[in-house]
């Protein structure tokens, strides 16, 4: 036993040109997500309700047919045949209204995609990470396994030959099985996280896991998927407002009727036609009703645009400060772990030679996986900070 080896050079972030990115794992993500198949039908449903909005009338029109005998009285051959014809017509700036109100839920649509993709990101993010740490761990446990099984066969060796007492026997042996029960849930904690990544993704967590690029931004753009979600919301509250104040009244129809007719079996058939147009009157308890229905989903809408805007902001400068101190804490943790190392390497020299014990020895050891333990994590906690500013920021990997 020399020193402990160092594990971050086996276990860098740097990623190979064939190997998995994130942005490749946020497109199965997407791929998979249940609520991105329904945003694609969002958008179809918005989209036709734009193209009912430019047509002629407000509805499809309708076809009645009719016909008048006197068969079961006097069946003289009496015979009447009617054909209507009915559209709807558009209220005064109705049609404006509704062509604003269907731009803009096409928009929010679009709006609401983006989001949901950031949201996917995130989630991605966060078992990329999870998956490092896990890793770390992992390795770090299966290095604190090796080197107890290399102390045990050293203190088993000494002690046969009568150099060590049976106390120190035994304190090496339950140093190598505390080792390997760590070990044990180190690599439980990894199979649930990459299963949970898995379930995410659809595919298994690359062998390199790459750290994204610092952000140079600090601020949230004006285009941020959440901010332009909640913006593209409040306008289509606010068309559909619009389309309530013009819309009072039940759309009237106008129909041309057409009627073929004859008196009796010898007389010959008439034709007349004729136009109809009906206007339904206004109901006051009605109108009020989804007027206000409609004011009340703008003032929430506005309301939660406002929200989001002061929560982003306050998330951003959150995300900040937790990547600062994320930073200053992985410095200081190299830090420890060097001269954690440097302490490691001069008690094993000084238990080889005979000139401290095994207790101190360990104690030692412990000193120092505990200070690589925490400098694997801050390294991980680092690359997760600057991910969730990304995030925050809505930079997508």
Do not use: C
Not at 172 to 187: K, T, Y
């Amino acid at each position: 036993m020399r020193s402990m080896p160092m594990l971050l050079a086996g276990l860098a972030f740097a990623l190979p040109v064939y190997a998995q990115t994130l942005g490749d794992a946020l497109n199965q993500a997407w791929s998979r997500h249940p609520q991105a198949s329904a945003i694609t039908a969002r958008e179809e449903e918005a989209q036709a309700r734009a193209e009912v909005a430019g047509g002629l009338t407000p509805g499809p029109a309708a076809l009645s047919l009719s016909s008048l005998n006197d068969r079961l009285n006097r069946n003289r051959g009496k015979q009447e045949w009617e054909a209507e014809m009915a559209v709807p017509l558009w209220l005064p700036g109705q049609q404006a209204a509704r062509e604003a109100e269907a731009a803009s839920a096409l928009e929010e649509v679009g709006a609401r995609r983006a989001a949901l993709r950031l949201q996917i990101a995130g989630e991605v993010r966060e078992a990329w990470w999870a998956v490092a740490a896990a890793r770390h761990a992992r390795a770090l446990a299966g290095q604190r396994t090796t080197t107890a099984r290399a102390l045990e066969a050293d203190v088993l060796r000494r002690f046969k030959a009568g150099d060590l007492s049976r106390v120190d026997a035994n304190l090496a042996r339950s140093e190598r099985l505390a080792a390997e029960a760590e070990a044990i849930e180190a690599e439980a904690a990894l199979v649930q996280v990459e299963q949970h990544y898995r379930a995410i993704t659809g595919m298994s967590a690359p062998a390199i896991l790459a750290e994204e690029n610092p952000v140079r931004t600090r601020e949230p753009s004006e285009d941020h998927p959440q901010l332009a979600l909640a913006a593209a919301a409040a306008r289509t509250a606010r068309a559909r407002l619009k389309l309530a104040e013009e819309t009072r009244r039940d759309a009237p129809e106008f129909a041309v009727r057409v009627v073929r007719d004859r008196g009796e079996f010898g007389e010959p058939y008439a034709n007349t036609v004729g136009v109809k147009l009906t206007i339904p009157f206004s109901s006051g308890p009605r109108v009020r009703q989804e007027n206000a229905a409609a004011r009340i989903e703008t003032s929430q809408a506005d309301a939660e645009q406002a929200l989001a805007q002061l929560k982003l902001k306050l998330d951003a400068e959150k995300a900040r400060l937790d990547l600062e101190a994320a930073e200053r804490q992985f410095a200081m943790a190299r830090e420890r772990r060097a001269l954690t190392a440097d302490n490691l390497n001069l008690a094993e020299k000084s238990f080889s030679l005979g000139e401290s014990d095994l207790t101190t020895l360990l104690r030692v050891r412990s000193s120092a996986f505990e200070a690589e333990a925490f400098l694997n994590r801050q390294q991980v906690a680092r690359a997760a900070a600057q991910s969730r500013l990304k995030q925050v920021l809505g930079v997508l990997p």
